[in-house]
């Protein structure tokens, strides 16, 4: 696609449900990062996808956090018995790295909202 | 130490003057700079990269690099309230490929 796409946009859920959060990459981008963002704080990483490679999941804040990538393209991160302070913006980004890294886009990224 | 540090700001400058955004980064093994334009509500967008010592410019903006320092800072020349938003300084880990980004600075520009 044009840029990378995250659905949904807003996702309002009870505490202690499960969500699953999409990122569809720029096509034939190799690398795709997960990021989140609370209200008016920085970006805090969360995990890193390259290639084939095991994903860097040094960001997760918990075990409730997963996130797979499938077939090289599409990332889905699933937090399992959300809680309150899940609540922020999920932010996906993809960029296709070479021998030093290049640019990442960002998609519009998902609001969670945790009630 | 953090890995990328920024001073957050805000940074308040009149139209038309400089704008000067500084950030450090404790990796000495990174080699790839970035810094992001982010507006309130929306998410981050690339405006500058940089790899090699010394400046690079495109347009109003020039971005500094030097490694021995390890210091990163971006120039805003001819200021524009449209300029007025958080300013992210991202930096590749080494040869990880792991995106770190620092806690932004605010740019403020007064008409």
């Known amino acids: 696609g044009a840029g990378v796409s995250q659905s949904p946009s807003n996702k309002v859920t009870e505490k202690g449900k499960d969500v699953e959060l999409r990122c569809d990459p720029i096509?034939?981008?190799?690398?795709l990062y997960w990021y989140r963002q609370s209200l008016g704080q920085g970006l805090e990483f969360l995990i890193y996808?390259?290639?084939?490679?095991?994903?860097?999941k040094s960001g997760l804040p918990s075990d409730r956090f997963s996130a797979e990538r499938t077939g090289g393209s599409v990332s889905t991160l699933t937090i399992q018995r959300t809680q309150q302070e899940d609540s922020a913006v999920y932010l996906c980004?993809?960029?296709?790295?070479?021998?030093?890294?290049?640019?990442?886009?960002f998609g519009q990224g998902t609001r969670l909202t945790v009630v | 130490q953090k890995e990328v540090e920024q001073n957050s700001g805000p940074l308040s400058v009149p139209e038309g003057a400089i704008a000067s955004l500084n950030c450090t980064y404790s990796?000495?093994?990174?080699?790839?700079f970035f810094w992001y334009r982010q507006y309130s509500g929306k998410s981050p967008e690339l405006i500058m990269s940089?790899?090699?010592?010394g400046d690079k410019e495109d347009g109003r903006f020039t971005a500094q690099l030097n490694k021995a320092s390890q210091y990163v800072s971006l120039l805003i020349r001819d200021s524009q309230p449209s300029d007025s938003a958080t300013y992210l300084c991202?930096?590749?880990?080494?040869?990880?490929?792991?995106?770190?980004f620092g806690k932004g600075t605010k740019l403020s520009v007064k008409p």
């Open positions: 980004a993809s960029s296709s790295q070479g021998a030093i890294g290049t640019e990442a886009f």
């Open positions: 940089i790899y090699s010592n």
């Open positions: 996808f390259q290639g084939n490679s095991a994903p860097d």
């Open positions: 991202a930096v590749i880990k080494g040869s990880q490929g792991n995106l770190i």
């Open positions: 096509s034939g981008h190799t690398a």
């Open positions: 990796d000495r093994g990174s080699q790839s």
